[in-house]
Structures are given as structure tokens and as C-alpha cells.
């Protein structure tokens, strides 16, 4: 019992020291602005074959700086398209 508690600690702190590396590249990527684009409606749902649908996004900076500038394009892919590209943007 006793050599298996032994072994048991180095282990655990190896783990421990592993894992805190992986840790600390994810803990420097918040130091920018981050965009989160999510979907929150379209309306008609489903979308109808040759009918304009409307769709409502919602973008959020989870980052932790200010997003300066920010302009979101729409590329769309078959079999969707936009009627004019001044909408894409």
C-alpha cells in the first residue's frame, strides 16, 4: 500500500505540471478582442426555395480589449445568394 502511495505522488504532480502547460497559451490568447457571431433568428424557418429570408445576428466581443472597427460581410454559399452585394456588408 505504502509503494503504491509513492508512486501515486510523483504521478499526480507530473499530471499537474502537464496540464498547466497547456494552460497558459489559452490564458494569453484572451488579451485581445475575440468576435462571437451567433444566429438568433431567420425568419421564414425553414427558409422557403426562391424567397428572401431575414437573418438576425447577434456579434459579441468575449474578448477582454475594445473591437475598433468592425464590419461583418456575409458570403454566402450554394444554394444561397444575396440579391446585391452592397447587402453583404
Known sequence: M???KNS???LVLSLLF???LFAVPACAA?????????IIET????????EYL???VQVENIGG?????????IVPQYPFSLDSQANAV
Request: charged share 20%.
Open 2 to 4: 505504502i509503494k503504491i
Open 8 to 10: 501515486l505522488i510523483p
Open 18 to 20: 502537464v496540464s498547466s
Open 30 to 38: 484572451v488579451g485581445g478582442a475575440n468576435l462571437k457571431v451567433t
Open 43 to 50: 425568419n421564414p424557418y425553414p427558409a422557403k426555395i426562391g
Open 54 to 56: 431575414t437573418l438576425t
Open 65 to 73: 480589449d475594445k473591437a475598433d472597427n468592425v464590419d461583418i460581410e
